[in-house]
């Protein structure tokens, strides 16, 4: 039983010392400095938004800098996108322009080509002369050919309003109804643009 008291007195002795010497304490200081700050601060803290009283969530406004730049973005990806809109709406019209001028040149020209073609189909004794107008009417019309211009088909094929002009009907038994047999003048066209329609003779 003396055991006992002796060991019960070295316990408390103990006891006393660790109370003295403050160990006790900063053991128990540094285990409330760990929990003192739960974990959820930290999940706060990288969250975009916050539970409010009512458990509902609130979104967090950005500060001012990161406003700032996000409206600076939207500001500049509106200017990029008006800027993208203007470059191709400018390359449009430059191309629409430059249809337009050669369309009006070739149609200009179109008269002399005509003269041309009248003055070859005009018997010539002079082999000299009629060879040097059938050069020139040559590089006419391999210029025309270069800028894209195309003679509309119109001898012998079906009358069409849209690319044919009929200024006469005709009895013509070598023809079918319906069908251009004789050309007065030849039409043209530049891509998809119409310069001139063939003005021609439809048999019936």
Not at 117 to 122: D, K, M, T
Request: glycine fraction near 6%.
């Amino acid at each position: 039983m003396t055991d006992d008291i002796l060991r019960d007195a070295d316990g408390c002795e103990d006891c006393e010392s660790l109370e003295e010497s403050g160990l006790h304490e900063e053991e128990q200081a540094d285990g409330d400095s760990v929990s003192a700050q739960p974990e959820s601060d930290f999940l706060e803290e990288e969250a975009p938004y916050q539970e409010t009283d009512d458990g509902e969530p609130e979104i967090i406004e950005p500060d001012p800098v990161t406003k700032e730049l996000l409206d600076t973005k939207e500001k500049y990806m509106r200017l990029f996108a008006e800027f993208d809109n203007y470059r191709k709406r400018t390359a449009k019209e430059k191309s629409e322009t430059y249809q337009d001028a050669v369309a009006k040149t070739i149609e200009e020209l179109l008269p002399a080509v005509d003269s041309f073609e009248r003055a070859l189909a005009v018997p010539c004794t002079d082999e000299a002369y009629k060879t040097g107008m059938e050069k020139i009417y040559e590089q006419m019309t391999g210029l025309l050919k270069k800028l894209g211009v195309e003679e509309i088909p119109a001898l012998g094929e079906p009358f069409d309003p849209k690319v044919h002009n009929a200024i006469r009907q005709v009895e013509d038994e070598n023809y079918g109804e319906s069908t251009v047999c004789e050309v007065y003048q030849k039409g043209y066209t530049l891509g998809n643009r119409m310069i001139r329609c063939a003005m021609v003779s439809v048999a019936n």
